[in-house]
């Protein structure tokens, strides 16, 4: 099977650049540069896919060439399922994945109907087309740790000087290692597939690999006390490493993981196993498999908890591996660690904050390089943000599309009345940039340079799932709401209704993702900015609906930071407002 | 608190039509003719909530009454939680009610939240202020016995001299008297209550009631053999009047059942107690109560099976009467007798029927007169439809806004290509029926009368949650699908975002409903039928796309009747199309 990443260029295949991006998006997720496994469709995150077979694959794509400026394409589980006729202002594609009706919202119902051909995985960003390699998920946790390292080591550089242990280095964990050097810090990665860590080298993600863990604790402490970065990735199960470290009485300043312990069958690596021993294992025998895994992740927590006693900062990195031991192993004390959520993002979703990012459909990096200027001359206060764009040249490989990614929220500022919730007119940034949203004008400022001809072609704006207003998920996003509605759905389902009447160009709402199957629920968008009055239109009301549903889900939670902002940016807040 | 029902005539309160559309229909809810229990917010089905509380009820009247026609309301579990910038196409209001991540969706987590007050149970058409009292219900038994007739005395005059046997006459139950007469047939039906049977002699609903079995078969035998409807309420438990015909060798033509046996404690009658003692052992040795509960619907289900095998045409009327049995007493061949959808409701959802229902904003029953000629002129072959639009005029009261329910569907004919999906433009129905649906003819039609005067005010047009494409609900609508895909929840949440694409006035999801939390996931629309051009618009688009999908989602699943459908009406199946 041929798959080559997204076409590039300014001729296009179909009717217009709304199906375009979806048919590059779509390509782009199994460019070979980015996807984990294109061959077999996955994208990342275990088993998340960007559609359900090859052929469907296909049927997609020709859907998408013919899909006309009013017509919507609806895809059920990476498959094609309906067309029908809506209107412009809506979206051209409408995405559904691998939701189960509550009582059958487990794993073991979804592998029998996944057998069946019936569903798929989704994740978060693979079937919403909108994963734009590790390069997505390196701002976040870039992002995460500088919170971190603000935080915990207010007086210090970042974290210069500190040793971050970790585990995982695919397609999202792969970012950690270049993450904490970025921040100026030292990072120990486990990692049982040498492959893996070659790839993270390769493309200057990690520095180093060894197999031996005394070299890589001597080197990591060398670099620290130097203050120099420095990262090594060690060919070894993360659970072994943790209990290698705790023997040889080594405590580093941080601990988290990004193994995909999410999913213990097709995930996780059990220790005692080389990783094709491991992979026969779960052919032949993927009961005893599951128990292995389940008994490593038992260990693994164990060495976390137990660094953590011994003054370690200790916080789990979205891969729900606290949960599984909880459920499978009645090991409740997992929790007694943060996850990164609560820790150290919430404080930025209750400002409609999220990982926001675009793509430069023609393919031409020069695009890019335009809207990092671009943000860079709309934000001139953001120092932060000029520090990432200027490490994120520098450092960041493009992947498949050149893109970017950045975090943005609402902060509209104090709009005049008839600006309220974003106004109603098409204005460019430029023209009125009062009641605009941070992210609203940066896509609009990008679509004027795309109609002005500065950038060579559409660019298309998305983001992660994760983000202020669009997702439930008890162990990670939602975790530790401040009422108690963690585990409330009705949210992301709203986000998407509203963001698909709003205007955007794809909608999608998956289960699962990051923390498996039944744990989380969670909604994705698109926008093409073409340069058109359509496109302003539509960007300036989703990227003021998309924040928006942050700010209120945050404040309908009680949270101070949110009621600041729908008071400082005049989102309506009804109950409230009428009190 | 105050709860008068809708406001009603042609003044409003709001910017619009489609505002007040909702905010009448909201009040009609909880209109005292039409709610259970209109004080506590309750509608129907136990406790489906119209809204969270009498705060939330106050501020979503206040947000309707300013909202503008680009501003869309979001409403989390009956409580109003946004407010945002949209469009003229876009939905006035989204709703997403009960909704939990899958591994919290079960009541004990929904009760807690509710404490709270952070959640509310939307039923189906409660939360989403779509409900009309009982007729919605005697309409789907009155479809659900013609379908029965059609299927199995093809060649009679629906259920004209054939006997139907059931049990329960309470607030669901007390429709099947008055449907099977209408369908031309003779019921009997066992209540251990007898103040249930007077009350529905009182309505209309029953003819006539008896303690003695020999003389209710005597009577309905008499009245099958002359041809004459006839209906009687026997006062004693439905188990032991099985047993009794079965004595008597009296075998019905059909028989069903629709006691409350989805609860065994608060439900269902154990058989040798008055309705008194039975209310008493519930008090003082509820496990006693189960357990003789339990022992008799498993007689109760033996003696179904039992006429089974003696020739009557046997089914589960949703109550779940088998998996009781099932679950509690192991008898599996309980499932040898067939839920009420996979027997006669599927093959309707594979054309894209459902049930269809609009109410008159004015308040003014002549305008639902003038619908029910309008719906005969338009269908004048549907013989069925024609005879319930007569016999509900005759026997059906109004309650609350005057409204009307049929079933409608796809069945757009042999669409020339340019109409495919519905086709593009604004047309009424009279300019060009091809390629509309059933569904979009009638709305188009009331809608240009509406524009013409010849109705007094705007119709909102909606539908139960029951319906061909928005459902997945594996123990009622999605039970047995063909390819086991009963648990898929992707297809609601399609059908939600496809009618919000599509320009649905207000457009819902929930979970839960009549089989409980987390037993299904379900969404609702309207559609203000206001006599302008947007409203013909959108109508043509919503009443396409909503039929539409459950025609693709039953051929998805590969039902022959919706590839017939589909290949008739030329509904895009895109993995097929392409095959
Ligand atoms: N935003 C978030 O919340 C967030 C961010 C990043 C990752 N995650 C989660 O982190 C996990 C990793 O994501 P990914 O995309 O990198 O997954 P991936 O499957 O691509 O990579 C996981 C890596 O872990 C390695 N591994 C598995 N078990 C191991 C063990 N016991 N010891 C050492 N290495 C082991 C595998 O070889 C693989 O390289 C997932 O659970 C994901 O959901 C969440
Ligand atoms: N669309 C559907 O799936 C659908 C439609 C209608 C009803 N139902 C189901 O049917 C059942 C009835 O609903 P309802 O609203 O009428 O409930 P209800 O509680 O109002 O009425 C049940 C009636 O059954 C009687 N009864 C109980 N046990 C009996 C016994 N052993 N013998 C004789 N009478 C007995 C009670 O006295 C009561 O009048 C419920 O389980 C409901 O969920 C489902």
Same mark, same amino acid.
């Given at each position: 099977k041929e798959y080559r990443g997204a076409p590039t260029g300014t001729d296009i295949e179909c009717e217009g650049w709304r199906q375009e991006a979806a048919l590059r998006m779509l390509n782009n997720n199994l460019d070979p540069e980015v996807a984990e496994k294109p061959e077999e469709l996955v994208v990342y995150g275990g088993t998340g896919r960007a559609a359900r077979s090859w052929d469907a694959y296909d049927a997609i794509l020709a859907e998408l060439r013919e899909l006309d400026d009013e017509e919507t394409l609806l895809?059920?589980?990476?498959? *094609? =399922?309906?067309? %029908?006729?809506?209107?412009?202002?809506a979206p051209r594609v409408l995405i559904a994945n691998s939701n189960l009706v509550g009582k059958w919202d487990n794993w073991d119902h979804f592998h029998e109907l996944e057998a069946k051909g019936l569903i798929m995985y989704g994740q978060m960003t693979a079937g919403s087309w909108a994963y734009i390699g590790t390069q997505g998920i390196i701002q976040g946790t870039y992002e995460t740790l500088a919170e971190l390292a603000e935080q915990h080591y207010p007086d210090d550089d970042g974290l210069r000087g500190k040793i971050v242990v970790t585990g995982g280095l695919g397609g999202m964990g792969g970012a950690q290692p270049l993450a904490v050097t970025m921040n100026h810090g030292v990072c120990i990665a486990a990692e049982v597939d040498e492959e893996r860590i070659d790839r993270r080298i390769e493309t200057g993600y990690c520095q180093e690999k060894t197999d031996d863990l005394d070299e890589a604790i001597e080197k990591a402490q060398a670099a620290a006390e130097?203050? /120099?970065?420095?990262?090594?990735? #060690?060919? #070894?199960? &993360?659970?072994?490493?943790?209990?290698?470290?705790?023997?040889?009485?080594? @405590?580093?300043?941080?601990?988290?993981?990004?193994?995909?312990?999410?999913?213990?069958?097709?995930?996780?690596?059990?220790?005692?196993?080389?990783?094709?021993?491991?992979?026969?294992?779960?052919? /032949?025998?993927?009961?005893?498999?599951?128990?292995?895994?389940?008994?490593?992740?038992?260990?693994?927590v164990q060495g976390i908890l137990d660094m953590q006693d011994e003054g370690a900062v200790a916080f789990e990195y979205g891969n729900n591996i606290r949960g599984q031991v909880e459920d499978h192993r009645g090991m409740d004390e997992a929790f007694d660690y943060p996850g990164f959520v609560p820790a150290y993002i919430r404080p930025l979703f209750c400002r409609g904050k999220g *990982? %926001?990012?675009?793509?430069?459909?023609?393919?031409?990096?020069?695009?890019?390089?335009?809207?990092?200027?671009?943000?860079? !001359?709309l934000f001139p206060e953001? /120092?932060?943000?000029?520090?990432?764009?200027?490490?994120?040249? /520098?450092? @960041? !490989? %493009?992947?498949?599309?050149?893109?970017?990614?950045?975090?943005?929220?609402?902060? &509209?500022?104090?709009?005049?009345?008839?600006?309220?919730?974003?106004?109603?007119?098409?204005?460019?940034?430029?023209?009125?940039?009062?009641?605009?949203?941070?992210?609203?004008?940066?896509?609009?400022?990008?679509?004027?340079?795309?109609?002005?001809?500065?950038?060579?072609?559409?660019? =298309?704006?998305?983001?992660?799932?994760?983000?202020?207003?669009?997702?439930?998920?008890?162990n990670r996003e939602t975790e530790a709401m401040r009422d108690g509605s963690d585990a409330v759905a009705d949210w992301p389902i709203l986000n998407a209704l509203l963001n698909c009447a709003a205007g955007a160009d794809i909608v999608s709402v998956h289960d699962g993702g990051g923390v498996g199957i039944g744990n989380?629920?969670?909604?994705?968008?698109?926008?093409?900015?073409?340069?058109?009055?359509?496109? &302003?239109?539509?960007?300036?009301? =989703?990227?003021?609906t998309d924040p928006g549903t942050g700010v209120i889900r945050h404040a309908d939670a009680g949270y101070d930071e949110a009621l600041a902002e729908a008071d400082e940016s005049n989102v309506a807040v009804p109950m409230r407002d009428r009190e």
């Amino acid at each position: 099977k041929e798959y080559r990443g997204a076409p590039t260029g300014t001729d296009i295949e179909c009717e217009g650049w709304r199906q375009e991006a979806a048919l590059r998006m779509l390509n782009n997720n199994l460019d070979p540069e980015v996807a984990e496994k294109p061959e077999e469709l996955v994208v990342y995150g275990g088993t998340g896919r960007a559609a359900r077979s090859w052929d469907a694959y296909d049927a997609i794509l020709a859907e998408l060439r013919e899909l006309d400026d009013e017509e919507t394409l609806l895809v059920q589980s990476g498959k *094609p =399922v309906g067309r %029908f006729r809506t209107h412009e202002r809506a979206p051209r594609v409408l995405i559904a994945n691998s939701n189960l009706v509550g009582k059958w919202d487990n794993w073991d119902h979804f592998h029998e109907l996944e057998a069946k051909g019936l569903i798929m995985y989704g994740q978060m960003t693979a079937g919403s087309w909108a994963y734009i390699g590790t390069q997505g998920i390196i701002q976040g946790t870039y992002e995460t740790l500088a919170e971190l390292a603000e935080q915990h080591y207010p007086d210090d550089d970042g974290l210069r000087g500190k040793i971050v242990v970790t585990g995982g280095l695919g397609g999202m964990g792969g970012a950690q290692p270049l993450a904490v050097t970025m921040n100026h810090g030292v990072c120990i990665a486990a990692e049982v597939d040498e492959e893996r860590i070659d790839r993270r080298i390769e493309t200057g993600y990690c520095q180093e690999k060894t197999d031996d863990l005394d070299e890589a604790i001597e080197k990591a402490q060398a670099a620290a006390e130097a203050g /120099e970065p420095y990262s090594v990735g #060690v060919h #070894v199960n &993360a659970a072994d490493m943790l209990e290698g470290m705790l023997e040889r009485d080594f @405590v580093p300043d941080v601990v988290t993981d990004q193994t995909s312990a999410h999913d213990e069958l097709e995930g996780y690596y059990p220790s005692g196993y080389t990783v094709a021993e491991a992979d026969e294992l779960r052919e /032949e025998d993927p009961e005893t498999y599951v128990e292995e895994s389940l008994d490593t992740m038992e260990r693994h927590v164990q060495g976390i908890l137990d660094m953590q006693d011994e003054g370690a900062v200790a916080f789990e990195y979205g891969n729900n591996i606290r949960g599984q031991v909880e459920d499978h192993r009645g090991m409740d004390e997992a929790f007694d660690y943060p996850g990164f959520v609560p820790a150290y993002i919430r404080p930025l979703f209750c400002r409609g904050k999220g *990982p %926001f990012r675009w793509a430069a459909l023609s393919g031409d990096e020069e695009d890019i390089h335009r809207t990092d200027e671009a943000v860079k !001359e709309l934000f001139p206060e953001k /120092e932060n943000l000029h520090r990432w764009i200027d490490l994120a040249q /520098e450092q @960041v !490989e %493009f992947q498949g599309l050149p893109s970017r990614v950045c975090w943005l929220g609402y902060q &509209a500022g104090d709009a005049p009345e008839e600006h309220r919730d974003g106004g109603g007119t098409t204005a460019g940034a430029g023209d009125d940039p009062d009641g605009l949203t941070e992210r609203a004008r940066f896509a609009l400022r990008i679509n004027e340079l795309v109609a002005e001809g500065d950038i060579s072609a559409p660019v =298309v704006v998305t983001r992660d799932h994760l983000d202020a207003g669009s997702v439930a998920s008890p162990n990670r996003e939602t975790e530790a709401m401040r009422d108690g509605s963690d585990a409330v759905a009705d949210w992301p389902i709203l986000n998407a209704l509203l963001n698909c009447a709003a205007g955007a160009d794809i909608v999608s709402v998956h289960d699962g993702g990051g923390v498996g199957i039944g744990n989380a629920l969670h909604a994705n968008n698109h926008v093409v900015l073409d340069g058109s009055d359509l496109a &302003a239109e539509k960007a300036r009301r =989703v990227f003021t609906t998309d924040p928006g549903t942050g700010v209120i889900r945050h404040a309908d939670a009680g949270y101070d930071e949110a009621l600041a902002e729908a008071d400082e940016s005049n989102v309506a807040v009804p109950m409230r407002d009428r009190e």
